[in-house]
Every structure is written in structure tokens, then in C-alpha cells.
């Protein structure tokens, strides 16, 4: 069984190509073949594409299994502009249209198309304990999920079970926010940013991957579902345990003001603000999540 793949060069996508290549032929779609061949190896067939029409694969989606879209550009990658922002926003809303017009091309519709998007969905949120039938919230990267999902909605109407995912921040040993939120406490400059209380929604990459695969594969499975451990912490409390578990000191305490100054409009909405964000559906379900405590998950991406 065929399973297309965008985004696959990305964090989570080579995880996944490399989680599904035994078991599926993975063809990951990318902007540049050279760069994702050295990136996915020999986990997947590359075809190049431009990340909004279907001629290059579109007979790579008649008759796939699943298209499994995780393409969109890095929101944390730059400060975010009027320019950075549109590329953030379009990204995912042309790779969403992509698939949309590739399922009404194809004589054999794939089975379940899974559609990445995030826990930004629900806006800067306090101490709201938030799942799945939560309102969405305010901002500009709620605006973004929220335009992703309500074209993604279409798919159901063109008779494919459709699966989003609402993943938290996934955390890995190679690559992601880990090695970002790491890098101050390598050189004894850790701490949070802001008041510490805002809260931090994580999942292991290992669980954000085996999850994908078992909505993937269950086929009565279908709508909203939230990729996040089902225990936030607080971000104070997350560095804290880092520099535990890293045998650091978290002291620093980088004031609100100051993000702003280095980040903009990118602290508020990511830094200095979350979501307390429960996985309500997945735990309905009989799958098991490895790591649901974030000491636990911490020790196994540093040893």
C-alpha cells in the first residue's frame, strides 16, 4: 500500500518515513528531490513538487492509501513579517488545495488523508483545560489552523475519511523545539521566558508518529484528534526539570519585554503564552502512549 508523504523532509516527516517504510511504499513529495534524498535516504521514493499543484504526483495519489500532509513552512524558523507571515499562512493553505484538487483528479481515491495542524488552533489560552470540542481561539497562528482545518473539511465531502491532527510540541533528540529550548542551558543559561506559568504542551516524537499511524490505520477513526501527552506542565516547571536532568541551573528569568524585543509578535503568540491541551479523543481510544511524563521524556532524548 502506497502512502504519500508531504512535508517529508521536516522533523516529523522523516521520523515518519522512516516509522512507515517497511510496512508501506512512502513517497515523499518535497521542493528540492537533492536535499530530501540526503534527508529521508532510502526510507522513500522523492518526488519533487512545488507545494501547490498535483502534476508531478498526482498518479502517486490515485489509488494511495493515505496522503498524509505535514507540509507548511517553519513558523519558528525567522521573525515573523508581513512576509514571513504570508509564507506561513499560504504554505499550508496551497499544500491543503493541492490535495483537496489531487483527490478530485484521481479515479481511485486514496482511503484517509491525515492533515497536520497544531494546538495554536486554540490561541493563547491561560488556565483553560482545553480538548478537542474547545472553541478556537484568537491570533494569528489560531487564524492559520483554523483556515487549514475549514479547507481540509472538504475532503469529507468528497468521500475520504480525513483525520487532523492537533499536535503539540513534539519533542525529539534530532532536531525541533528540542534543540532550540536546550541550547541556554548548555552553556548554564537556562531558564523560562516571561512568568513561566504559561503552559507547555508536549508529545514525544515516538508518540506523535506511532499516533499518526494508528489514526492512519483505523479506519473508524475519523475528525479532531490532539497529539499532546496527556500531562502539560507549566514552562517553569519544564525548565526546571531540564536543568535537572541536564544537571544545570535554571535560574534565568528572561522578562516578557525582552522577548518582545528579540522575537515581536512571535513571543506572544508562542513564547509567552500556550495552552493547557488534553489528547481527550486519543485517550478514548486503546492507544498507549511511551512517555506521559515530561522528567521521563527528557531523560530519554539527553542520555
Not at 275 to 288: A, C, E, G, S
Amino acid at each position: 500500500m502506497r502512502v504519500v508523504i508531504t512535508g517529508a523532509t521536516g522533523f516529523i516527516g522523516r521520523a515518519l518515513c522512516k516509522a512507515l517504510h517497511k510496512d508501506y511504499e512512502v513517497i515523499a513529495l518535497s521542493r528540492d528531490a537533492n536535499r530530501a534524498a540526503k534527508s529521508v535516504g532510502e526510507t522513500a521514493k522523492i518526488i519533487e513538487w512545488d507545494g501547490r499543484t498535483t502534476g508531478t504526483w498526482l498518479k502517486q495519489a490515485n489509488g494511495a492509501f493515505a496522503i498524509i500532509n505535514l507540509a507548511g513552512e517553519n513558523i519558528a524558523s525567522g521573525r515573523w513579517n508581513e512576509s514571513k507571515k504570508a509564507g506561513i499562512l499560504h504554505s499550508r493553505l496551497d499544500s491543503t488545495k493541492a490535495v483537496i484538487e489531487a483527490i478530485k483528479q484521481v479515479n481511485k481515491k486514496p482511503v484517509v488523508v491525515i492533515q497536520a495542524s497544531a494546538v495554536g488552533y486554540y490561541g493563547p489560552r491561560s488556565d483553560e483545560q482545553l480538548d478537542e470540542t474547545s472553541t478556537p481561539g484568537k491570533g494569528f497562528l489560531a487564524n492559520v489552523c483554523r483556515g487549514v482545518e475549514n479547507s481540509a473539511e472538504e475532503i469529507e465531502e468528497l468521500g475520504v475519511r480525513c483525520v487532523v491532527i492537533r499536535s503539540g510540541v513534539v519533542l525529539g533528540r534530532d532536531g525541533g523545539a528540542f534543540t532550540k529550548l536546550v541550547k541556554p542551558f548548555r552553556f548554564y543559561l537556562g531558564g523560562h521566558l516571561g512568568s513561566g506559568r504559561q503552559w507547555f504542551s508536549w508529545i514525544h516524537l515516538e508518540d506523535e508518529i506511532a499516533a499518526i499511524k494508528f489514526l492512519m490505520e483505523n479506519e473508524h477513526l475519523k475528525g479532531v484528534f490532539n497529539l499532546t501527552a496527556p500531562q502539560p506542565v507549566t514552562m517553569k516547571e519544564f525548565c526546571k526539570i531540564l536543568g535537572k536532568v541536564l544537571h544545570r541551573p535554571a535560574w534565568l528569568n528572561v522578562p516578557a519585554f525582552a522577548a518582545r524585543l528579540a522575537f515581536g509578535e512571535m513571543a506572544d503568540e508562542m513564547l509567552l503564552s500556550g495552552q493547557k491541551v488534553l489528547p481527550k479523543r486519543l485517550l478514548n481510544t486503546d492507544f498507549d502512549f511511551k512517555y506521559t511524563n515530561v522528567e521521563q521524556v527528557l531523560n530519554a532524548i539527553t542520555r
